[in-house]
């Protein structure tokens, strides 16, 4: 439920700490997500094509921090709340031989 309207998602259990549920770009593209970082803004497509837009009040302040105590208590009152995490892989470029396809027809690739 987000602000009073309801979002279906199928949820599966992650050996994940710390998180109530993780959002991915299924369900993002599924509600139509508009994600405006600079404005901290979400905007949503109902199932019933309301447009629902939930904006951070404090949209003044930097980097707002409160600690996971003060976070629990706010979600038991019924505040919504957000979470995005971005993780950057330094992977090295695949060798030709790495990639499947291209261990067929090697010989051309090299």
Same mark, same amino acid.
């Given at each position: 439920?987000?602000?009073?309207?309801?979002?279906?998602? =199928?949820? #599966? #259990?992650?050996?994940?700490?710390?998180?109530? *549920?993780?959002?991915?770009?299924?369900?993002?593209?599924?509600?139509?997500?508009?994600?405006?970082?600079?404005?901290?803004?979400?905007?949503?497509?109902?199932?019933?094509?309301?447009?629902?837009?939930?904006? =951070?009040?404090?949209?003044?302040?930097?980097?707002?921090?409160?600690?996971?105590?003060?976070?629990?208590?706010?979600?038991?009152?019924?505040?919504?709340?957000?979470?995005?995490?971005?993780? #950057?892989?330094?992977?090295?470029?695949?060798?030709?031989?790495?990639?499947? *396809?291209?261990?067929?027809?090697?010989?051309?690739?090299?």
């Amino acid at each position: 439920m987000i602000q009073n309207r309801e979002f279906l998602a =199928n949820l #599966v #259990v992650l050996g994940i700490q710390g998180y109530d *549920v993780i959002l991915g770009m299924d369900w993002l593209t599924a509600y139509q997500a508009t994600i405006d970082c600079k404005q901290k803004k979400l905007t949503l497509i109902t199932s019933k094509g309301e447009t629902l837009v939930i904006k =951070n009040a404090s949209s003044n302040l930097s980097a707002p921090l409160i600690s996971a105590a003060k976070a629990s208590k706010m979600l038991s009152k019924g505040c919504s709340a957000f979470l995005c995490a971005v993780e #950057v892989l330094e992977a090295p470029e695949p060798e030709p031989r790495d990639i499947p *396809v291209v261990q067929e027809f090697l010989e051309v690739f090299q």
